[in-house]
Nanobody, 125 residues
Framework: VQLQASGGGLVQAGGSLRLSCAAS????????VGWFHQAPGKEREGVAY????????YYPDSVRGRFTISRDNAKNTIYLQMNSLKLEDTAVYYC???????????????????WGQGTLVTVSS
C-alpha cells in the first residue's frame, strides 16, 4: 500500500506546477484525499481536500483561487494544480488518503490512513 507524490521542483514566483499522487496497492475510490505542505520549522498544514467522488473540495484562504485539487479514480491518481505560486508556497508537499463511505470532504492533518512520501516545491524570486 503506497501513495507516491511527484511533480515537485523549482519554479519562479508567479509560475505553475502540477503535483500528482498515485496510489498503489489499494483503490482511491473509497478514500477522501488531501494535499498538505510543510515548510522548514513549521507545522504541516492542509492546502486542498477532495471528497471520494470529487464532488466537493475545500481550500484554506491562503491558496483558494490559486490551487485546484482533482482526482481521476480510473487512474487511481490525485492531482494538485498550483498557479500563481508565491515564495511562501515553498515546502514539502504530501498527499494523504482516508477511508470513508460518504462523499464528503475531510479536513485537518490528523486521522489520515495513508501518507505519501512528499515532494519538494521551491518557489524562487
Amino acid at each position: 500500500v503506497q501513495l507516491q507524490a511527484s511533480g515537485g521542483g523549482l519554479v519562479q514566483a508567479g509560475g505553475s506546477l502540477r503535483l500528482s499522487c498515485a496510489a498503489s496497492g489499494f483503490t482511491l475510490d473509497y478514500f477522501a484525499v488531501g494535499w498538505f505542505h510543510q515548510a522548514p520549522g513549521k507545522e504541516r498544514e492542509g492546502v486542498a481536500y477532495i471528497s471520494r467522488r470529487g464532488t466537493s473540495t475545500y481550500y484554506p484562504d491562503s491558496v483558494r483561487g490559486r490551487f485546484t485539487i482533482s482526482r481521476d479514480n480510473a487512474k487511481n491518481t490525485i492531482y494538485l494544480q498550483m498557479n500563481s505560486l508565491k515564495l511562501e508556497d515553498t515546502a514539502v508537499y504530501y498527499c494523504a488518503a482516508r477511508s470513508i463511505l460518504k462523499d464528503v470532504v475531510l479536513t485537518g492533518v490528523t486521522g489520515w490512513d495513508y501518507w505519501g512520501q512528499g515532494t519538494l516545491v521551491t518557489v524562487s524570486s
